[in-house]
């Protein structure tokens, strides 16, 4: 057992814990564990900062199915978790809460997970990919380059490999969600190698991929609809509760970091600052400043987009500043957060409209009286959109997609500022008194007017100058020599230019009012 001293007490680890994929998503310090054929137990003791220690058994599944043909190898499921086994207890509220403390980890084994969406087009017509295109190219990739096949109904909608896996948003966007590494350079090696590995046999099929944060000409309409049964679901319910739900799910692309906690405290720590400088991360990757051929008046239509998808899901989330926040206060959150689904026997059963509180309680009414397993929990938590969202660890959502530096980039301010202690705690005491109003106004400005956002005496560029500085120190202490990693972004709090700005200056420009050019100034 590994001891992870936390403020109040320890939070004890099992070296072996069991940590089930979630969702397409690849965590750091996750282990995938799709060849596990029956139920594994693993025993978490956890100190939360309010009570004494108690053990909780933590009940993981995954019955993932595999055939062989050949030498390729069919991942018979795309489901974030396998078909779970019946319930036979009901689900404790500290079974929850030892779910999201089971992330916690000695510093020597935090990773670095990255994640990055794009789109493909015909490099003829600048037409969104259709489905069969999407299905070739993976084929393409996986029998060039040793990827096994991840199916859903005989289709192919993913491919794994090793920790890496690839997968498909709703509209088709491209999704590489990476291993977890210990170094940025191991991180921009991920992502030159995928890269390669798409343009190899993209090129041939006469498809390009584009590194913006939302899809500059075409209309939603235009976009094809990946054969995924949860994203059927998700697109049902999405007009019921906000405008913009099916443009986030259609016409988006991001880039994220998702990094690792030492401990409850810890966790709280990174957190708070994660959300309260989320606004400058999407600052500096802002992205997405067309729509349908035109300016959309935003300098990150991603970013806007999410402030009118779901409001039950979304946001600042402003009870991570309260004193009494915990992983218990996360989980109390998340219960009350409406579901999408529940997967069993390899379908997906809309259970919108009930809520995850519901159904421990045994009172779905698609499912009466069933019970939930952790991995109906586990398949819950990546439903919900915060700009920072907690699994097993802490997720950076505020970023748009853009070429491959800035993929680089996003994971490099994230790590120089939370993964050294001198650097995190600076953030806490520079943003200490910044109150729930200004996070939220920066939330809500800084996708319209990006670093020139106005925050007390001055703007936004001028607290981005001292955060980055922050940021390249902390890569510095961290001794890997990973500063250059920052210089995509370094030129941009320089000049207080946005990329999406200097794209509106080409469009105004150069480029004749036509977005057609970025197709070639973003292509990776």
């Given at each position: 057992m590994a001891l992870v001293s936390q403020a109040g007490g320890t939070c004890s680890v099992p070296s072996g814990a069991v940590c089930s994929k979630t969702g397409n998503k690849a965590g750091p310090g996750s282990v995938r564990n799709l060849e596990?054929?029956?139920?594994?137990?693993?025993?978490?003791?956890?100190?939360?900062?309010?009570?004494s220690s108690e053990k909780m058994l933590l009940r993981s599944n995954d019955n993932g199915k595999r055939s062989k043909r050949g030498r390729q190898v069919i991942v018979a499921t795309s489901a974030p978790t396998e078909d779970a086994a019946v319930a036979t207890e009901p689900l404790t509220k500290e079974d929850l809460i030892g779910y999201l403390a089971s992330g916690c980890k000695p510093k020597e084994k935090w990773r670095i997970g990255t994640e990055h969406e794009k789109f493909g087009f015909e490099v003829n017509t600048l037409r969104p990919m259709k489905y069969e295109q999407i299905a070739e190219l993976l084929n393409g990739i996986a029998e060039r380059f040793d990827w096994e096949k991840v199916l859903e109904n005989d289709k192919i909608i993913g491919l794994k490999q090793g920790k890496q896996s690839i997968?498909?948003?709703?509209?088709?966007?491209?999704?590489?969600?990476?291993?977890?590494?210990?170094?940025?350079h191991q991180t921009c090696a991920e992502v030159?190698?995928?890269?390669?590995?798409?343009?190899?046999?993209?090129?041939?099929?006469g498809i390009g991929f584009l590194g913006i944060g939302f899809q500059p000409k075409w209309a939603r309409e235009d976009i094809p609809i990946m054969p995924k049964g949860r994203y059927d679901i998700m697109r049902n319910y999405m007009p019921k509760v906000g405008s913009l739900g099916l443009d986030m799910m259609l016409r988006t692309c991001t880039v994220q970091v998702n990094l690792d906690f030492y401990s409850e405290a810890d966790m709280i720590r990174k957190f708070r600052a994660?959300?309260?400088?989320?606004?400058?991360a999407t600052a500096l990757f802002a992205n997405s400043p067309f729509t349908e051929g035109k300016p959309n008046g935003f300098l990150s239509m991603r970013s806007h987009i999410w402030t009118d998808t779901d409001k039950d899901r979304t946001g600042m989330l402003p009870f991570v500043f309260d004193n009494s926040f915990g992983?218990?206060?996360?989980v109390d959150y998340a219960l009350d957060v409406p579901m999408y689904f529940v997967y069993r026997n390899k379908k997906y059963i809309d259970c919108t409209g009930s809520t995850f509180r519901d159904f421990v309680a045994g009172k779905l009414p698609r499912l009466p009286g069933e019970l939930p397993t952790l991995?109906?929990?586990?398949?819950?938590?990546?439903?919900?959109f915060p700009e920072v969202r907690l699994k097993r660890y802490l997720e950076m959502r505020g970023a748009d997609g853009g070429p491959w530096r800035r993929l680089c980039?996003?994971?490099?301010?994230?790590?120089?500022?939370?993964?050294?202690?001198?650097?995190?705690?600076?953030v806490l005491d520079m943003t200490a008194d910044w109150t729930p109003e200004e996070r939220e106004m920066l939330r809500k400005k800084v996708p319209v007017t990006g670093l020139k956002t106005p925050f007390r005496d001055g703007r936004l560029k001028h607290v981005t100058e001292d955060v980055l500085?922050?940021?390249?120190?902390?890569?510095?202490?961290?001794?890997?020599?990973e500063t250059g990693f920052l210089n995509a972004v370094a030129e941009v709090v320089q000049t207080g230019i946005t990329p999406a700005e200097k794209l509106l200056e080409l469009y105004h420009g150069e480029w004749g009012q036509s977005v057609d050019p970025v197709f070639k100034e973003l292509l990776y």
């Open positions: 596990m054929s029956k139920m594994k137990e693993t025993y978490v003791s956890f100190c939360s900062r309010s009570k997968s498909l948003e709703p509209g088709g966007q491209f999704e590489l969600s990476g291993a977890p590494l210990e170094t940025l030159n190698s995928h890269l390669y590995q798409v343009k190899a046999v993209a090129e041939e099929m994660g959300l309260a400088l989320q606004p400058i992983f218990e206060q996360y991995n109906d929990w586990e398949n819950h938590l990546t439903t919900i980039a996003l994971p490099a301010l994230w790590v120089g500022l939370l993964y050294d202690e001198e650097s995190l705690q600076s500085k922050l940021a390249k120190d902390g890569l510095e202490r961290r001794g890997y020599k």
